[in-house]
């Protein structure tokens, strides 16, 4: 049987009884085994934060190779495919490299007790590794202190974007405790670019910073950012910066592009850098609209517009909800999916102004989604009308049925998008 990606993928999973236990241990085993690829990478820009990551990374990524720069970057959960991850010198992993190296991971971690988080990370570090290129961009998975990605000594620079409640069961319920969990990433003498944050999670890193004689570059106080006159103005003691909006859509991401532009300018990029950072990203389920395939043909056929977004707490809900109210207005349907581990209330509360009905979907291929009808219970809840779909299909074609030229929003989870993702091409 010819040996895939995938099949290896399956394999990895069943080397630990949990898919999530976070510890540094076993990652650090497996990459002294591998030979310390981790002291091999190009320089590390380390992310990590609550939301924004992966559009922070995407527009650093940008700037970067505006730069004309070879950028390795590794981020995660994939939407499609796994390869989707690992992009090396601007071009995503190949099938056969990446069997060769999840293979020869496996192999060398000798069937001992790992995470797949943590060997599919050793194996993205390893890649990256062995390709050369100008700066590497590493996007924590979750939280930061104990995140397998954690096992950089001395990154060139590290970035933390805001910080909010999410992942309690695992960085602790309060944002104290899962502030400490995000400044674990915070290293000896490496500057930081901190995004703007809560007084409480502020404090929590400035003290951690304190400790590690960090220089951070503080939102508010070392840099500002803005929107005037429907452009960006970002300004530090550089100077000031006059930029468009940012090409991802949203008031939030004017903050994620002063953070990316923050962290540009610390490591001594020009303005045209910082000018790609905000209009060349690509970064798919970021309030996203959808442009083709069967899905959009279904929605196009009654004038609708279709859109995706993978954002699942309840400061990614307050996000989406100012971004919607600023696009031109039609009625707003949402076909909503999520996981048991959500705040599904806190995610849904600020979207209720705006939307006039709800079809709940569970997620398919997902142990922990929510059932439909347990999601149409916590959107009532939230006050907004909702019914059950058998699919997300089959909610987009009665929204259509009932309410031409509606805007369907497909939303509550990144597995959900990745799913929509392959279903629609």
């Known amino acids: 049987m010819t040996e895939t990606s995938d099949r290896v993928l399956s394999r990895l999973m069943s080397l630990h009884p949990k898919v999530i236990d976070l510890t540094l241990g076993r990652v650090e085993r497996l990459l002294a085994a591998l030979g310390h690829p981790e002291r091999q990478l190009p320089p590390v820009i380390h992310v990590a ?3 924004g990551k992966g559009s922070v990374v995407a527009m650093l990524r940008a700037g970067l190779e505006g730069a004309g720069k070879r950028v390795h970057v590794y981020t995660s959960p994939h939407l499609a495919r796994f390869h989707e991850r690992i992009r090396l010198a601007g071009t995503l992993i190949s099938e056969d490299q990446l069997i060769a190296d999840l293979a020869h991971c496996e192999a060398m971690n000798g ?4 995470t797949y988080f943590e060997i599919t990370t050793a194996a993205a570090i390893l890649a990256m590794a062995r390709e050369p290129a100008d700066y590497t961009l590493l ?4 939280g930061g202190r104990l995140d397998a990605t954690n096992v950089i000594g001395s990154p060139a620079l590290s970035v933390i974007c805001p910080v909010s409640l999410d992942h309690q069961q695992y960085l602790g319920e309060t944002l104290e405790e899962i502030t ?5 990433i915070l290293k000896h003498a490496v500057p930081a670019v901190i995004a703007p944050q809560d007084p409480i999670a ?3 890193i400035e003290a951690r910073a304190a400790e590690l004689d960090a ?4 939102a508010g106080r070392d840099w500002q950012v803005w929107e005037e006159h429907g452009r960006m103005a970002y300004q530090d003691l550089h100077g000031l910066l006059d930029l468009p909006l940012p090409r991802l859509i949203g008031a939030h991401q004017v903050t994620n592009a002063g953070t990316a532009i923050a962290g540009l300018r610390r490591l001594g990029f020009d303005d045209a850098a910082c000018l790609a950072a905000v209009s060349r990203p690509e970064w798919p389920a970021r309030l996203q609209r959808l442009r083709q395939g069967p899905l959009v043909e279904a929605a196009e056929a009654t004038g609708a517009e279709l859109w995706l977004d993978g954002g699942h707490n309840p400061a990614a809900g307050a996000a989406l909800a100012e971004a919607l109210a600023r696009l031109p207005a039609r009625p707003l349907h949402l076909v909503t999916g999520m996981l048991r581990t959500k705040d599904v209330g806190g995610y849904l509360r600020p979207l209720a102004p705006l939307a006039r009905s709800l079809s709940a979907v569970s997620i398919p291929g997902e142990t922990a989604t929510l059932t439909a009808t347990e999601t149409a219970e916590a959107a009532r809840a939230a006050g ?4 059950e779909a058998e699919s997300v299909a089959a909610a987009v074609a009665a929204i259509g049925a009932v309410e031409p030229h509606a805007r369907i929003l ?3 989870s990144l597995y959900l998008a990745g799913g929509v993702l392959r279903e629609n091409g």
């Not at 069937?111 to 790992?114: R, T, V």
């Not at 996007?139 to 979750?142: A, D, F, R």
């Not at 220089?215 to 503080?218: D, E, F, I, R, V």
């Open 49 to 51: 934060g609550t939301n």
């Open 111 to 114: 069937g001992e007790p790992i």
């Open 139 to 142: 996007e924590v998975g979750l």
């Open 180 to 184: 400490f969990e995000k400044a674990g």
């Open 202 to 204: 502020e404090a929590v």
């Open 215 to 218: 220089p951070l570059l503080l």
């Open 384 to 387: 907004i009308a909702a019914t």
């Open 410 to 412: 497909i939303c509550g």
